[in-house]
């Protein structure tokens, strides 16, 4: 199982992150957003960022020229697409990169399925809303096959029964490793160890 820490902003999140070694970070380029990052910014982290760790630009309805750009120049490997983009909208991308695509979904009830399920993105990432923090439920989704990240809500109080409840591809967690709307490292580091003993309980490690 992946684990995206996402939010990140400062040099001392990127170090953090570098210790914990997840699969995924990520940058938020939508500038309502209190954890925007220009891509100047992000450039300077990502060249921190140790090279296996993937880094994910989240963007809500960015002109796709912008995002082929950040992918093409290397300031993200990833681009995650947070807004009302369809499918018409992922083939546009798909023109300008080859890199990966992973597309957001808020989960109401069971009527968003079928978009989840049949959408040509590399990966979906299944919320609440668009880094609400809060938790939706989870047996909505129960049915869904294809690899997938799992947000909203998740912290260290609840991350373990989301990984034994849905067994998810990855778990993003933003507000869930905060402290005063600050990246916390000791949450950071708790988060991320009580997903990985989980995990290795669950597979039989």
């Given at each position: 199982m992946e684990i995206k820490l996402c939010g990140?902003?400062?040099?001392?999140?990127?170090?953090?992150?570098?210790e914990l070694v997840p699969g995924f970070i990520g940058f938020v380029f939508w500038r309502p957003s209190k954890r925007y990052i220009s891509p100047e910014k992000a450039l300077?982290?990502?060249?921190?960022?140790?090279?296996?760790?993937?880094?994910?630009?989240?963007?809500?309805?960015e002109d796709v020229k912008v995002i082929a750009d950040y992918l093409n120049r290397g300031i993200i490997d990833v681009a995650q697409l947070h807004g009302s983009e369809d499918e018409t909208y992922i083939k546009r991308l798909r023109v300008l990169t080859d890199k990966p695509i992973i597309k957001a979904f808020k989960v109401r009830s069971r009527d968003d399925l079928p978009g989840i399920k049949s959408s040509s993105a590399d990966y979906v990432l299944l919320d609440s809303g668009t880094?609400?923090?809060?938790?939706f439920d989870w047996d909505l989704i129960k049915s869904i096959e294809r690899p997938y990240f799992l947000a909203g809500g998740l912290n260290t109080t609840n991350v373990e029964e989301a990984i034994r409840t849905i067994k998810?591809?990855?778990?993003?967690?933003?507000?869930g490793i905060e402290t005063e709307g600050k990246k916390d490292?000791?949450?950071m580091k708790e988060f991320v160890s009580i997903a990985r003993k989980v995990?290795?309980?669950?597979?039989g490690r």
């Amino acid at each position: 199982m992946e684990i995206k820490l996402c939010g990140l902003t400062r040099e001392e999140d990127i170090k953090c992150a570098n210790e914990l070694v997840p699969g995924f970070i990520g940058f938020v380029f939508w500038r309502p957003s209190k954890r925007y990052i220009s891509p100047e910014k992000a450039l300077k982290l990502k060249q921190m960022l140790l090279p296996k760790i993937k880094a994910v630009g989240v963007f809500v309805d960015e002109d796709v020229k912008v995002i082929a750009d950040y992918l093409n120049r290397g300031i993200i490997d990833v681009a995650q697409l947070h807004g009302s983009e369809d499918e018409t909208y992922i083939k546009r991308l798909r023109v300008l990169t080859d890199k990966p695509i992973i597309k957001a979904f808020k989960v109401r009830s069971r009527d968003d399925l079928p978009g989840i399920k049949s959408s040509s993105a590399d990966y979906v990432l299944l919320d609440s809303g668009t880094g609400s923090g809060n938790v939706f439920d989870w047996d909505l989704i129960k049915s869904i096959e294809r690899p997938y990240f799992l947000a909203g809500g998740l912290n260290t109080t609840n991350v373990e029964e989301a990984i034994r409840t849905i067994k998810p591809y990855a778990i993003d967690v933003s507000s869930g490793i905060e402290t005063e709307g600050k990246k916390d490292p000791g949450k950071m580091k708790e988060f991320v160890s009580i997903a990985r003993k989980v995990d290795e309980r669950i597979r039989g490690r």
